[in-house]
């Protein structure tokens, strides 16, 4: 658990999700699931520290230099992470959020939260898209945004942009 | 303050909406074996679904007995493409999802950015971001009722709405120069400072609005048709509207009094005096006259905006933090640091410190929230958004239980989804 910029986000163990959202929502009143985040951390603080030239992994004189971040940013458990922003419907002013965390590498399963808010079905079916992340448990767990037979899963960091195939483009 | 209800008889008694809630509506075993059923492909280019929606609906008769949406067909990876810009040119690309509430949008990527650089802005700046929000919130509402109102064949309230809604359109273009999609909120405040006349033009219309929506109440509020096409349709219990995390309108027509300028105030919400319209129903209906309440709510903000801008002339637009915003354009000539700061802002961007943040705004159509992740440099490394309309259109399955696919229209435009914002 911990707080940054005035939020506090509650990192649990992946298979205990589904306990932590339970509690958060009968025990907190977080009744209000308001999103599910996947972010992709592929390649994360390579793009190395300006002033130095070079990455984490070592000297690269190709590298821009002044491209580069102030400071290498504080390195992350695993490769995807999941986000769950959550509400308590309080009284006036009386708002109060939590993001409920997990971390997984690729094609880990992360429990279905479906039974805990229905709404996290179609966030949860986003997230399987776009990202990849694997939920298990889901009641139907389909691509939501792209079509069924597409490959691959655009938000991830390793799609490439502009790489994916154009039709009666000519270059078949 | 909840408005008085109308009317205290509880709707829900013996709710057909079965648990767990499903957002897809499952035809009955025995019905599809009877043979009788006919599955319809409404849309994705059918003009009353407001964009690209397709919706799958399997009919008993009439009776739409099984319902599933697809979606995506106007997914275009916005938040892939703002990874690739530098923070300042990510902003124009929230607004062009939701393409009505455009402002809210753009303001909720502005605040995420500025909570992550711990940034202040000029009074004058928040004031005018609200001033805008609220004019846009009615914009967005007025081309609701205008479409929802000519699907059920009121075509003459298009009219009524689109002349204020182009009202609206000419005041944006008098402060940022376009009519929609203004990018007029900058990272640490404003592009640039209010222009001369635009409080004159403001005034005029706050001072026309409130008879403007009086017309359109006339016009529906006792029309026989209108009102058995929209009352008792398209139920949404409270229970339920929370359960699939519904908002907005849609939340406060079930009779949640749940309204993010409230309770979460930003901006300067805490010091203006508004009401927030919920209704019991839950039914389109409901939704209807909470817009409409709104309207009303949004013209009182922009009137107490206006009285407070009118004192802070001269004031500062945009924090003074050169290594964020922009110097000013007359500087360039004169002075070297600034020449320099400006082209390190354009070329390079400016970079943010490391972190995440949920940005959580109250848009036309309900929480809009933008999660961003920042590695420390110039560009965000991950944008997500949470889209009102895409989570609205999870509860057409409980709305469109043993509905009639005359009401399908009706139902789906009262949960007023942009599919911009949808697909994203």
């Known amino acids: ?172 | 303050m909840a408005v008085a209800p109308e009317t205290a008889r509880p709707v829900y008694e013996g709710t057909r909406i079965p648990t767990p809630i499903p957002t897809v509506l499952q035809v009955p075993e025995a019905l599809r074996e009877s043979g009788e059923l006919l599955e319809v492909n409404f849309g994705p280019n059918h003009p009353s679904t407001h964009g690209v929606l397709r919706l799958i609906v399997e009919l008993n008769g009439e009776e739409v007995v099984g319902l599933a949406a697809a979606i995506g067909y106007l997914h275009t990876a916005f938040e892939k493409n703002m990874e690739q810009k530098t923070w300042w040119k990510a902003i124009p690309y929230p607004s062009r999802m939701d393409y009505l509430g455009y402002q809210a949008n753009e303001l909720a990527f502005v605040l995420a950015i500025e909570k992550l650089l711990a940034l202040e802005t000029p009074r004058k700046a928040v004031w005018m971001r609200m001033l805008l929000c609220e004019l846009n919130r009615i914009q967005s509402h007025l081309v609701w009722l205008a479409t929802a109102a000519l699907e059920l064949g009121a075509i003459s309230m298009f009219w009524y709405s689109f002349r204020e809604r182009d009202t609206i359109l000419d005041l944006a273009e008098l402060v940022g120069g376009v009519r929609m999609h203004t990018r007029y909120f900058q990272a640490g405040g404003l592009a640039e400072d209010i222009p001369s006349g635009f409080f004159v033009e403001c005034r005029k219309f706050t001072d026309w609005m409130p008879s403007a929506v009086d017309q359109y109440e006339r016009l529906v509020n006792r029309q026989q048709i209108w009102l058995e096409r929209t009352k008792g349709l398209g139920l949404l219990s409270a229970d339920d509207a929370i359960a699939l995390g519904q908002s907005g309108p849609v939340l406060r027509g079930s009779g949640v009094d749940w309204d993010l300028r409230r309770h979460e105030p930003y901006l300067a919400y805490d010091e203006v005096d508004f009401d927030v319209p919920v209704r019991p129903e839950g039914d389109v209906y409901a939704r209807y006259r909470v817009r409409m309440q709104e309207m009303r709510e949004s013209t009182r903000i922009v009137a107490q905006c206006l009285d407070r801008l009118e004192g802070m002339e001269g004031e500062p637009w945009i924090a003074d933090d050169r290594k964020v915003v922009l110097p000013p354009r007359e500087e360039l000539h004169t002075s070297m640091e600034s020449l320099i700061h400006h082209f390190k802002i354009v070329t390079e961007g400016y970079r943010v410190p490391e972190g995440e943040v949920y940005v959580p705004v109250e848009s036309p159509r309900g929480e809009f929230g933008c999660y961003v992740v920042s590695d420390g440099g110039p560009k965000p490394w991950r944008v997500k958004f949470r889209a009102p309309s895409f989570v609205a259109l999870q509860a057409t399955a409980t709305c469109m239980s043993s509905a009639y696919i005359a009401d399908m229209i009706a139902i789906v435009g009262s949960l007023d989804t942009v599919m911009g914002e949808v697909d994203r």
Request: hydrophobic letters at 40%; a negative charge.
């Open chain 1, 1 to 172: 658990m911990r707080e940054a910029h005035g939020e506090t986000t509650v990192v649990v163990e992946t298979a205990r999700v589904v306990e932590a959202a339970t509690h958060l929502r009968d025990e907190r009143g977080f009744v209000f699931l308001a999103d599910i985040s996947a972010a992709d951390y592929l390649g994360w603080g390579g793009h190395g520290v300006a002033g130095y030239i070079g990455t984490a992994a070592g000297r690269d004189l190709n590298f821009p230099a002044t491209q580069g971040l102030a400071a290498l940013p504080e390195p992350k458990p695993k490769r995807f992470s999941v986000s769950y922003h959550l509400l308590a419907l309080g009284e006036r002013s009386g708002a109060a959020r939590v993001r409920l965390q997990v971390w997984v590498e690729e094609g880990e399963p992360v429990p279905s939260v479906v039974t805990v808010w229905p709404t996290a079905d179609w966030h949860e079916r986003e997230a399987y898209d776009l990202m990849g992340i694997a939920i298990s448990g889901h009641p139907n767990l389909k691509r939501i945004l792209m079509d069924e037979d597409w490959e691959g899963h655009p938000l991830r960091k390793d799609y490439p942009i502009g790489g994916e195939p154009v039709r009666f483009s000519g270059e078949e």
